[in-house]
């Protein structure tokens, strides 16, 4: 299969249209961020594993291919390292991303498409509190590496809390664990079941709250700060899916 160039205009789009009506809700947000990383430089997701993971579902839709020796036409992210070329004709960027967008806007009130809108989310959302933690468990002088051990052993525990919130029950969890590292003379075993207890207990003490009152919708949250470096998959999601851009922080993975 050729690899095309970009055409100025959206008149010789066939191919394009066909491809879209292919692609559920999830694979059409994850081609427009890829496509507006090339020219902004922010992490495609939350996650590298999950960027990596993105991408080989893209190629495997013949969108796009991975790009050969004498392929002139290759599209770059600027921050991750990804490259691509169109397996099919695609017009140039400022139109292709309208294009795009456009098919987000008006595929999103399906109920297939609000259960692919609650995959990405949650994808996301995961991605980014066990990037979060593992930060947290680094600055700390935890073993990152048990990021994914915790994420597995808490699966249950904190699935029914908003990401902002797992971002606040990592935060406690990691000062719990840290300071069973000082006190065990640095064994890292130790700290990670310190660590894990005191995730599990605080997520169970938060449901418990819930059961006296509704939280407020930031409460006991850790939202980013304003110079977050906010992932473009995650502002596909907050502008042109969600129904409120906040709620990727304090609502539950649900359809937008």
Excluded at 15 to 43: H, I, K, M, N
Excluded at 113 to 120: D, E, K, N, P, T
Excluded at 204 to 226: A, N, V, Y
């Amino acid at each position: 299969m050729s690899h095309a160039h970009a055409q100025s205009t959206l008149s010789d789009s066939n191919a394009l249209g066909q491809c879209l009506r292919t692609l559920d809700l999830e694979q059409v947000a994850v081609w427009y961020a890829f496509e507006s990383a090339t020219s902004v430089a922010v992490p495609v997701s939350t996650g590298t594993n999950l960027s990596e993971q993105l991408f080989d579902e893209l190629l495997s839709t013949g969108a796009l291919s991975k790009p050969q020796a004498h392929d002139k036409a290759v599209r770059r992210a600027l921050y991750d390292p990804f490259s691509w070329c169109y397996s099919i004709e695609v017009p140039d960027q400022p139109a292709l991303l309208i294009q795009l967008q456009a098919h987000l806007r008006s595929g999103r009130g399906t109920s297939a498409a609000r259960a692919r809108v609650a995959s990405l989310w949650g994808r996301l959302a995961d991605a980014e509190v066990h990037t979060y933690l593992a930060h947290l468990m680094r600055k700390n002088a935890l073993d990152p590496v048990g990021a994914e051990i915790v994420m597995h052993a808490l699966a249950d525990d904190w699935a029914t809390h908003p990401l902002g919130r797992k971002r606040y029950l990592a935060w406690r969890a990691v000062r719990g664990g840290a300071a069973a590292l000082l006190q065990s003379g640095m064994d890292q075993s130790v700290a990670l079941r310190a660590l894990i207890d005191e995730l599990r207990r605080r997520c169970r003490w938060l449901l418990l709250q819930e059961e006296t009152r509704p939280l407020g919708p930031t409460e006991h949250c850790f939202l980013p700060e304003l110079g977050w470096r906010t992932p473009m998959l995650v502002r596909v999601l907050q502008e042109y899916i969600l129904a409120k851009p906040h709620d990727y922080w304090t609502q539950r993975p649900t359809g937008g």
